[in-house]
């Protein structure tokens, strides 16, 4: 089953229960994904692999809004949650990427690999790593090199 045909069958679902915050996330993707296909210089499919990165930015957009609402304390605790929802819903069509320790194993390899002491070669580290085609977290990756050379 395509994840066209799962949010489809999850949306009849979600009406049908009236479960309305999964209801409005899927819309959202859909949204997305429309105007992704619509979008100038559009040529790709349609199928898994749009999808697959139409969630991936939401997810990485919503992620970042919903630490945004919990630094603002109690008046974006409402919205920080739907976010959290939002964010934990979709990430089962993501591939899953690599925890924190596994992440951090993989940029001390890398930092000894290219023999980088200088926080000025953070960018070229982090580079490194995520061209390795890993499924890595480029936001972890590019924290934690930073936090390795000391920069």
């Known amino acids: 089953m395509t994840i066209k045909e799962e949010f489809a069958a999850?949306?009849?679902?979600?009406?049908k229960t009236g479960d309305k915050?999964?209801?409005?996330?899927?819309?959202?993707?859909?949204t997305e994904v429309a105007?992704?296909?619509?979008?100038?210089?559009?040529?790709?499919?349609?199928?898994?692999?749009?999808?697959?990165?139409?969630?991936?930015?939401?997810?990485k957009k919503m992620a970042k809004a919903e630490a945004e609402f919990e630094a603002a304390g109690?008046?974006?605790?409402?919205?920080?949650?739907?976010?959290?929802?939002?964010?934990?819903?979709?990430?089962?069509?993501?591939p899953n990427l690599a925890g924190e320790d596994e992440t951090r194993a993989i940029?001390?390899?890398?930092?000894?690999?290219?023999?980088?002491?200088?926080?000025?070669?953070?960018g070229r580290v982090t580079g490194h790593i995520m061209k390795s085609g890993e499924e890595l977290d480029g936001g972890l990756v590019n924290r934690l090199v930073r936090e390795e050379l000391g920069a």
């Open 74 to 94: 109690a008046r974006g605790e409402e919205q920080a949650a739907k976010l959290a929802y939002e964010v934990d819903y979709l990430s089962r069509w993501l």
């Open 21 to 30: 915050p999964r209801r409005n996330v899927i819309r959202q993707v859909e």
């Open 35 to 59: 105007m992704a296909r619509s979008a100038p210089g559009f040529t790709g499919d349609t199928g898994d692999e749009l999808y697959t990165s139409v969630i991936a930015s939401y997810v």
């Open 107 to 122: 940029v001390r390899a890398a930092i000894a690999e290219l023999g980088a002491t200088d926080p000025k070669m953070a």
């Open 10 to 15: 999850e949306l009849r679902d979600a009406m």
